[in-house]
Nanobody
Framework: VQLVESGGGLVQEGGSLRLSCEIS????????MGWFRQAPGKESEVVAA????????YYGDSVKGRFTISNDNANNILYLQMTRLEPDDTAVYYC?????????????????????WGQGTQVTVSS
């Protein structure tokens, strides 16, 4: 599975960005797709994730109410709409795929559950 992120960039505090992740795999009904981020000197953290088959979602506490994860099922694209961006949102954002999501009772927030990763896209929020 190949994942290609796009949409990162430099934005001022309070601004918005939309990240996209193009997914090479077409049969995604068993998958959950997630967005993770890693800032310099910090551990990777989950931003948001969703089950592809039913659209259920999970959000990290720091982004609830500001970020929205969604998908374009026809074109196999995952999105992350980010609003009210803060300097602490500055990080490399990664798209990731969990092919075993339907075996889990809930969407996984753990990076170890995700088998495939994109190359990442940089998001920088200036104050």
């Amino acid at each position: 599975v190949q994942l290609v992120e796009s949409g990162g960039g430099l934005v001022q505090e309070g601004g918005s960005l939309r990240l996209s992740c193009e997914i090479s795999e077409r049969a995604l009904s068993n998958y959950a797709m997630g967005w993770f981020r890693q800032a310099p000197g910090k551990e990777s953290e989950v931003v948001a994730a969703m089950r592809w088959n039913d659209g259920s979602t999970y959000y990290g506490d720091s982004v609830k109410g500001r970020f929205t994860i969604s998908n374009d099922n026809a074109n196999n694209i995952l999105y992350l709409q980010m609003t009210r961006l803060e300097p602490d949102d500055t990080a490399v954002y990664y798209c990731a795929a969990d092919p075993n999501a339907r075996l889990r009772s809930q969407i996984s927030e753990y990076a170890r559950s995700y088998d495939w990763w994109g190359q990442g896209t940089q998001v920088t929020v200036s104050s």
